[in-house]
């Protein structure tokens, strides 16, 4: 393998005018308490959340990965379009391999599209441990001063303080967060094939505390569906509705999971605002692994004007609905004082559950030990936006400028049929996209091995291409936040029951109202419909620009590992012949260490020894 500073060297090679940016993300074990309680995690620089990375749009982008965990890891930048690099998408037995523990990768690219982003483990279900934090692109000068800033204000010194600020956001990361890791989840589940939809707290930027409210709090919320709810806010494990087969094992579930719960004191978030700055952009992540989530701001208005990182026509809201993956950017008026309330609030039936943070004007301290008093709350504590304040509705944005709009007419159509097949597997076409694939041979190397693939898994077509994927859901399917890796898709329409039609034309003239070609939202986030009683679907459109190996999923951690996925072969018909030399010997160094550790398992097996957890038990306060 080669040294950084060799990789730079490559990368400054006729690239003077643009800036190189190095980072080294080194990954350890570690132990942290974020919510009160101590548990074993994995950290990112010694940290969790990692980092925060800030890039200039245009810049180069050198980060090297070292991988001191006991497991293969690597590293995804998720909301980068990886253009003419999709070697640095870090998704295993696609675009690289498993980085071994005690090796490192590195990752160059060009930071080509501004805006949120950020970076997650993408083997199994390891970002749930810790392995995220977040990635802003400041904007180049061109798209700053050709921003959607008049629609919020025509007040010149407003626009002004509103550029500064999209340039200098207050980034905030919402998570689900549990007290066991994910390897012991994933071996809880498969004993008992009970998925384990319950967490512990609500972190919002890495901190939070474990609430175990009344059952006063939680009455307002309970239904037919849910008729009674644990401690935690959590469905019955026992519920055939959210567990529906036969072959589950609810009593069998450690009680931890659902059942134990024991408020905590520990301290919160503080973001500070200084009323002098007139605005302040608020970048707001759901980095959790399972839970969409409502925000909102006491007595705050929110100006929605990007998601995923797009620029859109601005909407001004109270609540924004995020779900797993996905970012909004909102402004909000700086012209109050003291401490506000930030509320996120799990928006789905299996679990009601809150955390909060501090939206501070005078902050004596980066956390607070108190929840402000409510003012003006739009959010309340099952996710519901209270009478009075309005919600975003994602589906009516509008891509900014008005010129980035979809081509009127597709050449390819795929249908994805989206479908839990057991109480073990999740699939994206009625065949999982098993986790062992993390292990083998990456497609972008030997698109042929495509071939040895089930064909639903591995849709082809050529560059230049403009392609429908036509996602279907069937009854029983809850919200899924699908995530298209590389560049964005326009999200063209959305209706009822069976998509009965050969392709969006023939479907637009039997029901033009299902569709938006006009200026529909531009996003790398796809959040589906409610399906869970009857069918729906959802299309999206974009052009192959690019040839790509390219990862779509279910950003559901645990439907990712079951199998909700698809690699798109983008002009795959052959290997690229661009890729840089560098890698290529990190490919092959790296699957000559892999045959050799596959070897010592093998004969580790032989003589009974086992291959260990991925995590020390849990920590138990």
């Known amino acids: 393998m080669r040294a950084t500073a060799a990789l730079s060297t490559l990368l400054c090679a006729g690239l003077s005018s643009a800036a190189l940016v190095q980072q080294t993300l080194t990954l350890t074990t570690g132990t942290a308490a974020p919510d009160g309680v101590t548990r074993n995690v994995y950290l990112v620089n010694g940290q969790t959340p990692g980092p925060d990375i800030v890039v200039d749009q245009g810049d180069d982008v050198s980060i090297t990965v070292v991988n001191n965990l006991p497991v293969e890891a690597t590293i995804h930048f998720h909301g980068i379009e990886q253009k003419g690099s999709m070697w640095s998408d870090g998704v295993p037995g696609i675009t690289q391999r498993m980085i071994d523990p005690g090796n490192h990768f590195t990752h160059n690219f060009t930071a080509t599209n501004s805006g949120t982003s950020w970076y997650h483990a993408h083997s199994r279900a390891i970002y749930g441990d810790g392995v995220k934090g977040t990635f802003y692109v400041r904007a180049s000068q061109d798209e700053l001063d050709n921003g959607p800033w008049s629609q919020i204000s025509s007040n010149a010194a407003d ?72 401690p935690k806010g959590c469905a019955y494990p026992n519920n055939s509705f959210v567990q529906p087969f036969d072959d589950k094992m609810p009593d069998e579930v450690d009680p931890s999971v659902f059942w134990e719960c024991t408020n905590t004191t520990a301290p919160l978030s503080v973001v500070a605002v ?21 925000v909102s701001i006491d007595n705050h208005t929110f100006w929605v004007y990007a998601a995923d990182g797009q620029l859109h026509d601005v909407q001004q809201v109270d609540v924004i609905n995020i779900p797993p993956g996905e970012r909004f950017n909102a402004m909000i008026k700086l012209d ?30 980066t956390t607070s030990q108190n929840i402000p008093a409510p003012r003006n709350q739009a959010l309340g504590y099952g996710g519901d936006t209270k009478s009075g304040f309005t919600e975003l509705d994602p589906l009516t944005l509008k891509a900014f400028p008005s010129t980035l709009v979809p081509p009127q007419t597709a050449n390819k159509t795929i249908f994805l049929e989206l479908y839990r097949l057991n109480s073990m597997e999740w699939s994206m076409n009625m065949n999982p996209f098993a986790p062992f694939l993390e292990l083998a041979e990456p497609l972008m190397f030997n698109p042929t091995g495509a071939q040895q693939l089930n064909q639903s898994l591995v849709p082809n077509y050529p560059l230049g291409t403009t392609v429908d994927v036509v996602i279907q859901l069937n009854p029983g399917n809850p919200k899924h936040p ?22 969006v034309a023939t479907a637009k003239q039997a029901h033009p109202e299902y569709f938006n070609l006009v200026r529909p939202p531009y996003r790398d986030g796809f959040h ?79 003589r009974g020894l086992g291959a260990g957890s991925l995590l020390p038990a849990i920590v138990k306060a």
């Open 274 to 294: 200084n009323a002098s700055d007139k605005w302040a952009s608020i970048g707001f992540y759901n980095t959790g692994v399972l839970w969409d989530f409502r």
């Open 336 to 365: 109050q004082a003291g401490d506000f309330a930030i509320r996120a609030s799990a928006s789905i039936t299996p679990q009601y559950i809150s955390g909060y943070g501090v939206l501070s004007y005078s902050p004596s301290a």
């Open 159 to 230: 626009i002004a303080a509103m550029k500064t600020a999209h340039q200098n956001p207050k980034l905030v990361t919402v998570s689900d967060w549990t007290h066991w890791d994910s390897e012991w989840g994933l071996s809880e589940w498969n004993r008992t094939k009970t998925e384990l939809i319950c967490v512990d707290s609500v972190l919002i930027n890495g901190k939070g505390r474990v609430i175990c409210p009344t059952a006063a709090t939680f009455a307002p919320y309970l239904n037919d569906i849910v008729p009674a709810v644990t």
């Open 528 to 606: 589906t419909p409610d399906s869970v009683a009857s069918a729906n679907w959802m299309v999206i459109r974009y052009v192959a620009t690019a040839q790509s190996v390219t990862f779509f999923h279910c950003h559901i951690n645990i439907h990712t590992v079951g199998g909700m996925a698809v690699a798109l072969m983008e002009g795959m018909a052959t290997a690229p012949t661009d890729i840089p030399q560098y890698y290529i010997d990190w490919d092959q160094s790296a699957a000559q260490a892999q045959g050799a550790r596959k070897v010592k398992r093998a004969n580790e097996e032989k």
């Open 482 to 503: 699908l995530h298209k890796h590389g560049e964005k898709a326009w999200i063209i329409g959305s209706g009822p029951g069976n998509f009965s039609w050969p392709d």
